[in-house]
Each structure stands twice: as C-alpha cells, then as structure tokens.
C-alpha cells in the first residue's frame, strides 16, 4: 500500500488532541485541512507583497497581479487546460456552477427545453438550475440511479433527447463517492448538442483531472476541498463558451469600458471577475495545487482507491453497518456514508466525536439522493492524503463504542 | 464528562419506543418543525379539552435526542392545563439554556415546573451542537400553541 503518512507532518492541526483524543479527522468532503506549505504562502503574502491586483502602477501591485495571475496558470496546467484564460477564479463551486447556470441558461434557454440532472447532485447543482428554470420556463429532468448508487446509464438514451439543452452533474458523488463516467456521458450529450457542465468538487483533490479527456464544456470545483483556502475556486470553460456567455457579476475590474447609457465588458477570464478578487486566497490555492502536484496526483488516487478498499474491508467486520455506494473501487473514489444499525448519524457523530474522530452527519447537502437512500441522514466518513488506515482503524474502533452505547449488536 | 451521560437509559428508551406516536384526525392544534442542518423533523398534533391538552400526537424522525425529547414532552403534557404547558415549556427552555443553572427553573411545588424524565436532558447542556435538537419539539409545540391561540381568538370574533 502506497505510504503518503509523512505527509502528516505538514497538517498542523493534525497534532490537536480533541476531547483528549488524538485527532482523527475524516471530514475532509466538507472542507479538508491545510499544509503549512499553503499557509505560510499566504502569510508571506499579506507580510510582504498584498495590493490590489490589475491596478496599482506600483511595485506591491505588480508582485500581487503576478503571483494571482501565476496561480491561476497553475490551476490550468493542474486540469491540463490549454489556456491560463481558459480558467475564472470563482468564490467556489457554487459561483461557477451558478455562473454557467444563469449566464449561459438565461440567455439560452426557454419554455420547452430541459435540463439534465441526476439524482445523486449536491445542492449546489440542483437548485441554480431551479432558479434559472423558474425564470425561463424550462425543465428539470433527473437520471435516476441503480441500486448501487450508480448513475442508471441504461436510463441516459431516452432522456437525451432534442430538448434537453444541458447536462450537469457531479464527476464524483458528495455523499456514496461514486465516480460516474464522465467522458462517455459527455459524449452522448455531445451527439444531441447538450452543453455538458460537471461539478468537480470532489473530483478535483481524489483523481487526475485532465480536462481534454473528460470532453466537458464547464467544469467547476473549490480550493478548500483539495487543501486550499475558502472562499476560492474556479470555473474552466472552453474558450468559445466562455467568450460569448454574459458575465453573471457586474461591478469593477470586469470591464472594459463603463458609460451611462451601458458598459463593454473586459476580456475573458477577467469579464467574469467583478470586484476586488480573494487575491491571497488564489494564491494559497495555487500552492495547494504545487503540493498535490508534488505528491503526483496518480499517487493521490492510487492513495485514496487503497484506503477507501481498507475501510470498507474493515467496516465488513461490524455486520451493523450499511455502506452505500458502489463496491467496484474504478467506480468510487474515498468518501463513504453509511448508516449504523437504528442508530441516527447525529448520535454516531457525537459518540465518535468524542473519541477523537470527525465525520459528517446528516443530508450532505444532497437531500434528493439521501432521500433516494431511503434515509433521512447518514454518517460519513471522507478521505484526504493525510488519512492513514490507523484513522480507519480508530473509525472501527469508535463504531464498536456507538454499539455500546446504543446497545446494537 | 462521559458519553452515557448525554445518552441516559431514559433517552434511549423514549428514542426506541417512542410514546404517543401517530397523528389526530382534526386536531385542535397542529405545528411541524425541523431543523434544516440536521434533517430533523416532527409534526404535532394536540386536542384539547377546555383548556387542558386532552390528546398529543407526533411524528417524525430524527437522532436520539430530538425524538426522545418530543416524546417525553407528549407525555409531560398530556392532561396539563395551558398555563402549565407555558410553565413547563419555560422550565425545559431553562435548563437547556447554558447561561443559566440547569435547575434553576424546577420547583416541585408547580406542576408546570417539575420535568419528571425530562431532567435526563440535561447532559445536552455540555453538548451545545445538540441543543437545537433537545429543543426541537418545544418550538413546534410553541408554534402549535399560538396557532390554537389565535384560531380562538378568530373564532371569538
């Protein structure tokens, strides 16, 4: 099993103790935790070099366009995109995905035309879509799953028909971490003309993104998910997209030139960047991307597809325990709810918070696919480089204390 | 401070079997509550007699702590007189509040202020995320109860 528990070393918070316990943090779907590598570049910068960027004629200011617009070269080579233009700095996935949602779909679409969803979307990609689709009158239409938690892709060829108008969905799952196949789903939207957007949120930190592979025209994903800072994230889209679609954010640094009867707009990535950006942020974010790069993200994955099989190994041993989600490890990447007994996932977090261990508990922001579980909630436990399998091993361990307290056997 | 302590046996066993399940056919009185984060949800029901709470009802579902909270309440409630319920509704919201002591508000004098299995809550206090759990079905029965109040106010019209 490929070893990456040096780099430990590098979380600072991974050496807190919680309730006395030794932390054992398995909540990083939610938001992972930072390596000193990105927090001492971002300390360095607001010590050192912070201005305003694209402004100032003045030393500080070029240091601060260059080291945010180097990041943003970073964040295109990391996806393998051809142009650094082709990358816009965004506050997260949800203002990339509401950036495609209302700045293509408004214009775009009307009465009469669909849009494809799935049943396993975090809010995030659900309910931008709502919005514009209250607006302009089209509709919603969502592929349903197989009992896996697999995307029913037998189900893909009736839906996809001359209506449907866009495709959107996740490239891996918040909440059963199930990878659906992106390029081949891409491609049958493709042969209808659907404009294919994919939520990239997980995808991004668990597996290699090449973004000429996956044959998407959008795809959106965070900084604080793959070691980053909040409050950054990026939207790619192909060029001739992001040229004609309408800036979703109006304000500063977005125009070209501003009259009282109308505006013109910058040039793209920068006509979808009004005001003052999260600077150091998209630099801290670019350093999160030269650590994963350094790493290699082939070994991340390889990492996360041997950890996750560990744990679901282990978890085999508490005959209590449901896990949902796919058991092929090609088709999930590390992120696994599961539920424990009758026990509810809020009292399966207390117990295991108070041995030191922190997973998620509740509808993971996906209340369409929990529901489709059949469950109104689910405990979830989700995997970073820094996870180790004696974290797994301290997961088991706080589960048979959930069973103690609950009495469940 | 010990797990079993915020999951006494009187907590699980209201979780497991929960008292007076289901729902009224035309209640007097019907609130729904939830809370948003966690997924937590409760419907109620109460019928009345005069100005005593006759019948209550709940659905729902939810962690250990929500459920056993609205259940216990079903039973605290049952056959109480309105002032009471107010005063009992006060007393709990008491000893969930963390600036204050948790007995602060008891006084086995009032029937409105002695929580009977209710007090097995306490142990919530020293978990504050779970607090809005343990005060869920006191909400909706705060909700349910002006409801009431203002249908007779209208029907007083």
């Not at chain 1, 201005?51 to 070029?62: D, I, M, P």
């Not at chain 1, 309910?127 to 009992?147: F, H, I, K, N, S």
């Not at chain 1, 799952?173 to 990878?179: K, M, Q």
């Not at chain 2, 007995?103 to 007090?119: K, M």
Request: aromatic share 6%; with cysteine; glycine share 8%.
């Amino acid at each position: 099993m490929i070893d990456l528990s040096h780099l430990r070393l590098d979380f600072p918070v991974l050496q807190r103790r919680v309730h006395g316990q030794p932390l054992v943090f398995l909540d990083s779907a939610a938001s992972s935790q930072k390596p000193t590598q990105v927090l001492d570049v971002m300390d360095a910068v607001y010590r050192t070099h912070y201005a305003n960027v694209h402004r100032g004629a003045y030393l500080l200011s070029e240091e601060s366009t260059t080291a945010y617009e180097e990041a943003r070269g970073k964040v295109a080579k990391f996806i393998n995109a051809t142009s650094r233009t082709e990358v816009v700095f965004t506050r997260g996935t949800t203002t990339a995905l509401n950036t495609v949602a209302f700045g293509w779909g408004m214009d775009n679409l009307s009465a009469g035309d669909r849009v494809l969803l799935t049943m396993m979307e975090h809010h995030a990609n659900v309910v931008p879509w709502q919005m514009v689709a209250r607006r302009t009158g089209a509709e919603l239409v969502y592929l349903p799953m197989t009992g896996d938690h697999r995307l029913d892709l037998d189900r893909l060829p009736e839906l996809l028909d001359e209506r449907v108008r866009v495709v959107s969905f996740t490239g891996m799952s918040n909440v059963t971490g199930t990878l659906p196949p992106v390029t081949d789903i891409a491609r049958m939207a493709h042969e209808i003309g659907a404009l294919v957007v994919v939520d990239a949120a997980q995808l991004v930190t668990h597996v290699p993104i090449d973004v000429q592979q996956l044959e998407a025209d959008f795809i959106a994903f965070s900084g604080h998910k793959m070691l980053g800072p909040t409050g950054i994230g990026a939207l790619w889209g192909r060029p001739s997209l992001l040229e004609e679609m309408e800036p979703f954010e109006g304000g500063g640094e977005m125009i070209s030139d501003v009259r009282l009867d109308g505006s013109t707009w910058a040039p793209v990535p920068h006509k979808f960047e009004a005001g003052t950006p999260p600077i150091v942020e998209a630099i801290g974010l670019g350093a999160a991307v030269d650590y994963l790069e350094k790493i290699g993200m082939e070994s991340v994955r390889r990492h996360d597809r041997e950890l996750t099989g560990y744990a679901l190994n282990r978890l085999t041993e508490l005959p209590q325990v449901r896990v949902f989600g796919p058991e092929d490890l090609e088709q999930r990447g590390g992120v696994i709810s599961f539920a424990l007994g009758d026990v509810h996932p809020h009292d399966v977090a207390t117990v295991l918070d108070q041995e030191g261990v922190a997973v998620r508990a509740g509808h993971h922001c996906a209340k369409p696919l929990t529901r489709a579980l059949g469950v109104p909630a689910t405990a979830r436990a989700s995997f970073q480089v820094y996870n180790t399998r004696e974290d797994v091993d301290a997961l088991v361990t706080g589960l048979r204390r959930v069973e103690e307290v609950f009495r469940v056997d | 401070m010990s797990i079993e302590e915020l999951y006494r046996e009187v907590i699980l066993d209201h979780y497991r079997n929960p008292r007076n399940r289901g729902a009224l056919d035309h209640p007097d009185a019907h609130a729904e509550g939830n809370n948003p984060l966690c997924g937590d949800e409760l419907l109620l029901d109460l019928r009345f007699d005069g100005d005593r709470v006759a019948e209550v009802a709940i659905q729902g579902q939810g962690c250990s702590i929500s459920q056993s909270s609205a259940s216990m309440m079903s039973q605290a409630i049952n056959g109480k007189t309105l002032d009471e319920v107010r005063d009992l509704i006060a007393t709990f919201k008491t000893m969930m509040d963390i600036e204050t002591p948790a007995q602060a508000g008891l006084d086995p004098d009032r029937p409105g202020a002695v929580l009977g299995d209710l007090e097995a809550l306490q142990g919530v206090r020293k978990f504050p995320v779970r607090i809005k759990c343990a005060n869920l079905a006191w909400t909706t029965l705060e909700e349910a109860l002006q409801s009431h109040q203002s249908s007779v106010f209208r029907n007083q019209l």
